[in-house]
């Protein structure tokens, strides 16, 4: 059977699109959706979305545009990815599914979005109520989980080692987690690394890392601001939120989300 695929990327976060509204794809291929993604013998991406309709929101008469369902570059369904998110909002314009608005149904709930005339994706993650915070890390879900820890000289530090040895060591267990790294930069801009789970190696940009750091930078007092630029090693992102009694609700993830190129492959 043929294919045809769409890649998109944000900020270096790369992922292999493809329209399943009519449900022609073998969703329980694991090995196949590994090899769409190996960046040797497939198309290459850190993971791959599907584009469908969601049947339950549709019977409910519910507005929902779209459903997300997203997969690691190891071909397992997954988390909640912001920068996948972002990509998938700019297919669905680019299928005239949504024009410049959208909502739809990933596994953490439900997302609003907006598209920019300049292309920028702006997306609304979960509310995050609970932030635990230790001496030496702060950990919290924002539709994925995620460690987050200061360190010095980010620029030389081994994030595919250090990450690994947390994400599969006692503190996590089984399930595991993603893990950044931050240096803060001024009192809005901090840089992050993130060595993420599932693709089991760092990538060049986490969305809902970057949101994670943010939130958790704010926590830690490390800064004031509720709007936070984020210099990920693919480029930047803005993560903005609101606040109140450790909670933190009206969270946007901000950044390009650019088509790369389409085409069709034998599976």
Not at 23 to 31: E, H, R, V
Not at 243 to 258: C, M, T
């Amino acid at each position: 059977m043929q294919i045809e695929f769409y890649k998109y990327q944000g900020t270096g976060n790369d992922f292999v699109m493809i329209d399943n509204r009519s449900n022609f794809f073998p969703k329980d291929d694991i090995q196949l959706i590994a090899r769409l993604c190996d960046r040797r013998f497939g198309i290459g991406g850190d993971g791959l979305i599907l584009l469908e309709n969601d049947e339950v929101a549709s019977n409910l008469a519910m507005p929902i545009d779209f459903k997300m369902v997203y997969y690691n570059s190891d071909g397992n369904q997954s988390s909640m990815c912001g920068n996948g998110g972002r990509c998938l909002v700019a297919f669905a314009k680019k299928l005239n599914v949504i024009q410049d608005n959208a909502t739809f149904i990933a596994t953490d709930g439900l997302h609003h979005a907006s598209v920019a005339a300049n292309g920028i994706v702006s997306l609304q993650m979960i509310d995050v109520p609970e932030v635990k915070i230790t001496p030496d890390y702060v950990f919290m879900n924002t539709g994925s989980p995620h460690h987050i820890q200061l360190v010095e000289d980010l620029e030389h530090y081994n994030v595919k080692e250090k990450g690994a040895s947390i994400r599969y060591g006692e503190l996590y267990g089984k399930q595991g987690s993603n893990i950044n790294f931050v240096k803060k930069i001024d009192e809005t801009t901090f840089s992050l690394r993130t060595y993420e789970r599932g693709v089991e190696d760092e990538t060049l940009a986490c969305g809902t890392g970057a949101t994670a750091v943010a939130i958790a930078m704010n926590v830690l007092g490390e800064t004031k601001a509720n709007s936070i630029d984020l210099n990920v090693e693919g480029g930047k992102l803005v993560v903005s939120f609101d606040e109140k009694d450790g909670k933190f609700s009206n969270v946007f993830l901000k950044g390009p989300a650019e088509f790369v190129f389409k085409g069709t492959i034998d599976i």
